[in-house]
Every structure is written in structure tokens, then in C-alpha cells.
């Protein structure tokens, strides 16, 4: 898996779980951060497509 999907994952991770710290405080607050695990889990998503791609031989753009 390359770094920057690693790095994704762990943002996207502890972003999950700052929205339930949030939510269980009663802050409306926990609504960005699940949002910015929403941006981070695509971003793995990418970044995973990406390495398996360059790692088959094909280019994708």
C-alpha cells in the first residue's frame, strides 16, 4: 500500500473517531469531522487504485 494511503487511512480513522468524541459531547462540531472522513477515505481509495494500477504495468491519468 503506498504512504499516502497509509497516511490517508490513519486521518480518516482518527477523524471517525474525533466525530464520535464529538457527537457524544453533544457538539455539532462532529459534523466536519465527518466530513473530513469522508475526503480522507476517498483519498485512500485513490491512492490504493492508484498503487494497484502502477503496480500492474498500466498508466491511468
Known sequence: ???LALYA????VLAVAAAVVSFV??????IVWVLLAGLSSNM????VK????????SVTR
Do not use: D, E, K, T
Request: charged share 10%.
Open 44 to 47: 485512500w481509495w485513490y491512492y
Open 1 to 3: 500500500m503506498p504512504r
Open 25 to 30: 459531547q453533544g457538539s455539532w462540531i462532529g
Open 9 to 12: 487511512l490513519v486521518v480518516c
Open 50 to 57: 492508484r498503487g494497484r494500477a502502477a503496480g500492474s504495468g
